[in-house]
């Protein structure tokens, strides 16, 4: 049986794990160091790697922050592990285990892993949102990332909305620079019927929704899949994004356009992996 190891890069840690088609089989974790030269850091990752190895692994998919090359695996711009600027990490990797490696960014491969194992099981083209400090998104066409230039496909938060950009009002920013409390105080306070906080999480759900209408414009995806520390208040963000989707004014669209919670604990780990599964087929 064909097995497959996904690897997710973040600046606290870093984790390895052992997929088939269908489940992950094995995981181990280690630290990022993000301080670290690069060389360290593969080290560490080298490690965890050969942890969860074995003979029946034929590919390695690797999801990390930043813009990249992803043919190359050239990191363009990263911010939280300073010493990956400039670097390869599927270089790296392919020279270690002589295995075929792909290499995206972790938005992307959020949307991927949704696609392959998650919510977004039963769809060829959907879009991937993740809601925290920011917003992040990732485009699925025929199961397969839409990478675009250096990685940039699928940067919704960065999009001109409302006299800013989407993340300023998409995002847990809204509840910060206009509430001046956190999206957890507010989550809370909602379960506990205060009005504000309520009406905080619709206004950000409204937001959210007439965002997507414009993705719908362009993409007509079959799901939206959403993901992210903020959709944990998905009972309060569920009716007022669906409701934006149901304005949208081509009803043969909005009527199909199916709005899902993400399903996995780290979709980005199996995303990592579904990078190797969508490439190298079954």
């Known amino acids: 049986m064909r097995n497959y190891i996904g690897i997710d890069i973040g600046g606290t840690s870093m984790v390895a794990a ?6 992950i089989i094995d995981r181990t974790e280690v630290a990022s160091g993000a301080d670290r030269s690069a060389d360290e850091i593969m080290e560490s990752l080298f490690g965890a790697v050969e942890m969860v190895l074995t003979n029946d692994v034929v590919g390695i998919g690797i999801g990390m922050p930043g813009f990249m090359d992803t043919s190359s695996g050239e990191i363009l711009l990263i911010n939280n592990i300073p010493s990956f600027n400039g670097f390869s990490v599927k270089q790296a990797v392919e020279k270690r285990f002589g295995l075929p490696v792909f290499q995206n960014n972790d938005a992307n491969c959020f949307a991927l892993g949704e696609a392959w194992f998650g919510a977004g099981k039963g769809y060829n083209n959907l879009v991937g949102v993740t809601l ?18 250096v990685g940039g496909a699928g940067e919704l938060g960065c999009f001109p909305f409302k006299g800013g950009i989407v993340e300023d009002t998409c995002s847990a920013a ?49 799901a939206f ?34 709005l899902a919670k993400a399903q996995l604990d780290n979709a980005g780990l199996y995303g990592a992996a579904a990078l190797c599964i969508s490439q190298m087929g079954k």
């Open 174 to 222: 809204l509840f910060a620079n206009k509430y001046h409390k956190d999206g957890a105080e507010l989550y809370r306070a909602a379960k506990n019927a205060d009005q504000e906080a309520i009406g905080a999480f619709n206004e950000l759900g409204g937001n959210i929704g007439e965002m997507l209408n414009v993705v719908m414009y362009i993409l007509a995806p079959e």
């Open 225 to 258: 899949v959403i993901g992210g520390s903020v959709a944990g208040a998905w009972e309060f963000l569920e009716k007022p994004i669906r409701a934006e989707i149901d304005k949208f004014p081509v009803k043969l669209i909005s009527e199909k356009t199916v």
């Open 18 to 23: 052992r997929f088939s088609e269908s489940e």
């Open 132 to 149: 925290g400090t920011g917003l992040g998104g990732g485009i699925i066409i025929n199961r397969k990332i839409h990478t675009g230039l």
